[in-house]
């Protein structure tokens, strides 16, 4: 009715410039907007989506964006604080990394010249691939958990096409659920995560890789996890977490062996059958040990204390490296929903505005046309 | 000459400072190590560590590692450290009592060795806190 009565009104616009009274004439500049905004309301039509609903529904969908945008803002803020503990979780833990890659230097250095047999160390011909898969335990982060899974099923399906069998190991709730989701993916445990890697998960998932190597059901086993690289920036890599071993070595049988040799601080492998220790970034100046440094047991037997550590450390490492991408990979994706929701709520204010100015005019049109009438 | 102690675990670090003495139960049995020890490496067992500051001697839940001597710098890297001023004695006397249960319940090989090493594990902590009184 409103709207008969404003078309109504505009075609008769100029006979209403001059019988207009003053009082109103506050009024009826506003009344003008309708008709302005008519011509560049297509226009906006390309550039936002238009928006259709009544004065309640709009007021509705403008609250609902407001409580959407209190939400992804502060799931933002927590993931900034959780990223920080994340980011001093790593920090803690690196005096440990490297001193154990340190004593795993020097102690190599020391037994070059031993024969000496670690089951860990042991380069089999691959027959069965075991892959550890590091996913987040919740969504609303963006790619994140995707783009990990995908990394998987696409080492799974390589895998395939090269003829090996593979097992999966599931870490975090979200790879849990895709993968049983599809049960034609063998998998050979479930892990949860909790809020912060702690070396007791790190230690759960090292037993059951540890055994699974050992007792030569798998022959090699790959670490899938998210790298941290920047707030901005994480990639899924593949890590060969066993056997410990040179580069190149396995990829003879494996055919396509990506080992996450891009900026890995240090990495342990073995040369000629030997352990060694790789420094790719920065090399921490070796403090000289005693050269007559004795052993306290076999050597065997130290390295058999060694390594469970390495292996847990890398582990962990590597969890700690994945809650991290995770934390800033929601970071930025409820950043960006935030962003959204300002936008859309202006877009949304300036329609109800709109719309609610037009209501306005049209019920004082009515009125003044009424007292026209009367007139 | 003083003597450095490091103890590392995979979170922290949860000892680094100079030490008198120390008391270190390796995989072959207890070993003292007083400022200018010999270099040695030593697989560390799950067991207590008595550290001795100045008359005070301290003590510390270790759960299995790694030890290197050498230079007057201990360094020992193990999966979990606890300092026995840390455990609440009543959940460490719990725990044990559990870990002594699933012990007696525990059937064929492989839940053997895991309740014994949880067993270890939890009379370590109780040493670990009677030791101190």
New interface residues.
Partial sequence: MSCSNLTMWVSSKPSLSDTSSLSFRSFISPFQLPSQSSAPNPSRSSSATQIHCGLRELRERIDSVKNTQKITEAMKLVAAAKVRRAQEAVVNGRPFSESLVEVLYNINEQLQTEDIDVPLTKVRPVKKVALVVVTGDRGLCGGFNNNIIKKAESRIAELKELGLDYTVISVGKKGNTYFLRRPYIPVDRFLEGTSLPTAKEAQAIADDVFSLFVSEEVDKVELLYTKFVSLVKSDPVIHTLLPLSPRGEICDINGVCVDAAEDEFFRLTTKEGKLTVERDVVRTETADFSPILQFEQDPVQILDALLPLYLNSQILRALQESLASELAARMSAMSNATDNAVELRRTLSIVYNRERQAKITGEILEIVAGANALV | MTLNL?V??????VWDSEVKEIILS???GQ?GVLPNH???????DIGILRIRLNDQWLTMALM???A?I??N?I?I????AEKGSDIDPQEAQQALEIAEANLRKAEGKRQTIEANLALRRARTRVEAINAIS
Avoid: H, K, M
């Fill in positions: 490091c590392l675990t995979p979170n922290r670090i390796t995989n072959s070993i010999a270099p040695i490496a030593t697989a560390v299995g590692g790694f290197r050498g230079n710098e360094t890297l193990v999966n979990d």
